[in-house]
């Protein structure tokens, strides 16, 4: 089989997993390599995301490694046997790769749980609202390229539409709906836009006042992704070369109890509604 030249997050994420399970198994990887009968430099190629593993490899590499973790080996397999060719594939060589691996890694998610403080989340953005966002941008972008990111965000959509639409929570700071991004009528169809997503039942949108004493949480930015299994779950964060997918368990753990502590100290989603709603008739 050809080595991939370039791994997306989502092969890189099971390349890690299978690393981190060698690793804790104490064993090299040309201990691996030896007890499933290929050469190192196989091994060295899987865990570095260029090459895929079978089913029947990966289920052999779990049993030497001594883990015991069935529904953690089954999603694996499933991630490793996984032959979906989304619609974010059309953007490929069009778009930066993060572009692409944002969109593959909502797709799969059981669950998304987003944070934010100066913009309105990426998938609740209005048309108008996104093409402002990323009007700003320095270098400029070309006009085809910004309206093919346009494109690309208005379809990252699809993860909350459909008959099984992905749960979704997301806590807003009010400057972020205070922020004329945009002119004034563009601004105000972003808020009407998201009032009109928190009526379904599977959206939860929060707010978090300017007037809430006490609040330190302003550096707590972020999108969590659930995974199949907890082990599998992502956080995504703004980084300066791109977004940075964060995973490790301990990391993980961290952003839980951080979505926590702000979600507990947003306004409840009717409330919440009611705050859009009147920001709306201010505009």
């Not at 052999?60 to 999603?75: K, N, R």
């Not at 009407?192 to 978090?208: C, G, P, Q, Y």
Request: glycine share 6%; with cysteine.
């Amino acid at each position: 089989m050809a080595l991939r030249r370039e791994a997306t997050a989502r092969q890189m994420r099971l390349a890690v997993e299978l690393r981190r399970l060698r690793e804790a198994a104490g064993l090299t990887s040309r201990d691996a390599a030896a007890l499933l009968g290929v050469s190192p430099a196989q091994i060295s190629q899987i865990e570095a995301g260029l090459a895929g593993v079978s089913e029947k490899r990966l289920r052999s590499l779990a049993a030497q490694y001594v883990c015991t973790d069935g529904p953690f080996i089954d999603a694996l397999v499933t991630v490793a046997t996984d032959r979906t060719r989304g619609w974010w594939e059309q953007y490929r060589g069009l778009l930066p790769t993060p572009f692409l691996d944002l969109a593959e890694l909502e797709h799969h998610a059981t669950f998304l749980r987003e944070v934010q403080f100066l913009y309105i989340p990426g998938p609740l953005q209005a048309e108008d609202y996104a093409r402002a966002v990323f009007s700003y941008r320095v270098p400029e972008l070309p006009h085809e390229e910004l309206e093919l990111r346009v494109r690309h965000r208005m379809q990252r959509k699809a993860m909350l539409e459909g008959s099984a639409p992905t749960p979704y929570d997301g806590v807003i700071h009010e400057a972020a709906l205070r922020i004329m991004v945009g002119d004034r009528a563009t601004s105000r169809a972003q808020l009407v836009h998201l009032l009109e997503l928190s009526e379904a039942d599977h959206i939860a949108v929060r707010v978090i006042p300017f007037d809430l004493e006490g609040f330190a949480g302003a550096a707590s930015a972020m999108a969590y992704a659930g995974g199949p299994v907890p082990k599998l779950d992502t956080v995504v964060r703004d980084a300066p070369q791109g977004a940075a997918f964060i995973d490790s368990e301990a990391q993980l753990n961290a952003f839980r109890t951080l979505f926590r502590k702000v979600e507990a100290v947003s306004l409840e989603a009717e409330r919440s509604r009611d705050f859009i709603h009147r920001l709306t008739k201010e505009l």
